[in-house]
Structures are given as C-alpha cells and as structure tokens.
C-alpha cells in the first residue's frame, strides 16, 4: 500500500467500525462514537452523526446541533437526520435557525422538527416571538405542517397579522 492507500484503508475501516457501533443500538457506545464527530475525513463524520442518530441519546443533542454548522453537506444531512430520530426539543431553534440560513434545507428540516413532533411545539411556540422574521415565518410554517391542535391554536393570532406573508402561511 502506499501512504494514502492506507489512509484510505484506516478511513473506511474507522467509518465502518462506526456504523456497527449504531447499528449495534447499544447507548453505552456513545463516548466511543462522539470521539470521532471531530475525524478529518467526512465518511467518517457523517457515520458518526447517522450513528448518534440511530442510538437515539439525547446525551448527543448538542454535539450533533454543533454538526449542523459542519462544512460537508453530507454531514449536516446526517446531523439534521440524527436530531429528528432523537427528538430532543432542545435542538428546534438551532434547526430553524439552520433552515433560514440555508433554504434549500428547510424540507429536512421539517421532517426532523415532525419527527420530534410533541417535543418540538414547545420550543417553536417560543420562536413566535423571535426578533428575527425569516425565524417568523419558518416557525409559522412548521407548526402548520405539525398537524396539532397546541400549534394550530398558536397560530390563529397570525391570521391577523399586518404582514402578508404570515397571514397565508397561518
């Protein structure tokens, strides 16, 4: 092998060691995974995130929220995929945050924000009165796609509201 054979050789077995570990569903796995969120090759982040994710530990909610921000796309997918099957409220407004920075995001968003479904109306009820309006808005959106009675109630105030744009989505 040459030097970057066996790079390649150590990449693909860390990322399937990885992988096992998650399929594997055992939660005392975490700490050997969350070592490796941090790997310079993305294979091997992106096994991580979809590994937290499969483990379903909320203990791996801020790590994965951190992921977000990572700079493969594949990577943030998979982190935003993790969080869903997680459903740790505590992740809503960073993925909100996530999809109004990024709007070709915003549909995996939303599947993550309806996977957590009863966890997420708390923290998307206190995103209704955030200062920034795209928030706003894609806040609106995702409580109407929840299908609840909480975040439909939530939004009734919006029908009202002097911008268009609320109105239509409420």
Same mark, same amino acid.
């Given at each position: 092998?040459?030097? @970057?054979?066996?790079?390649?050789?150590? &990449?693909? !077995?860390?990322?399937?060691?990885?992988?096992?570990?998650?399929?594997?569903?055992?939660?005392?796995?975490? =700490? @050997? #995974?969350?070592?490796?969120?941090? @790997? /310079?090759?993305?294979?091997?982040?992106?096994?991580?995130?979809?590994?937290?994710?499969?483990?379903?530990?909320?203990?791996?909610?801020?790590?994965?929220?951190?992921?977000?921000?990572?700079?493969? !796309?594949? &990577?943030?997918? %998979?982190? +935003?995929?993790?969080?869903?099957? +997680?459903? =740790?409220?505590?992740?809503?407004?960073?993925?909100?945050?996530?999809?109004?920075?990024? /709007?070709?995001?915003? %549909?995996? &968003?939303?599947?993550?924000?309806?996977?957590?479904?009863?966890?997420?109306?708390?923290?998307? *009820?206190? *995103?209704?009165?955030?200062?920034? /309006?795209? #928030?706003?808005? =894609?806040?609106?959106?995702?409580?109407?796609?929840?299908?609840?009675?909480?975040?439909?109630?939530?939004?009734?105030?919006?029908?009202?509201?002097? *911008?268009?744009?609320?109105?239509?989505?409420?």
């Amino acid at each position: 092998f040459t030097k @970057d054979g066996e790079r390649l050789v150590g &990449v693909v !077995a860390r990322r399937q060691a990885i992988q096992e570990l998650g399929e594997a569903g055992e939660t005392s796995a975490i =700490d @050997d #995974i969350l070592v490796t969120v941090d @790997d /310079p090759w993305i294979p091997v982040r992106e096994a991580a995130a979809t590994a937290l994710g499969a483990l379903k530990n909320p203990q791996a909610t801020a790590t994965l929220i951190r992921m977000l921000g990572d700079e493969a !796309a594949s &990577v943030c997918r %998979a982190a +935003i995929t993790a969080l869903g099957s +997680i459903g =740790d409220g505590r992740a809503v407004e960073s993925l909100v945050h996530l999809s109004v920075i990024q /709007p070709h995001r915003k %549909a995996q &968003v939303s599947d993550a924000i309806g996977s957590m479904k009863a966890s997420a109306i708390p923290e998307l *009820l206190k *995103l209704l009165k955030h200062s920034d /309006p795209g #928030i706003v808005l =894609d806040t609106v959106v995702l409580l109407g796609h929840l299908r609840d009675r909480l975040a439909t109630e939530a939004l009734i105030p919006f029908l009202n509201s002097e *911008l268009t744009i609320l109105q239509a989505h409420a």
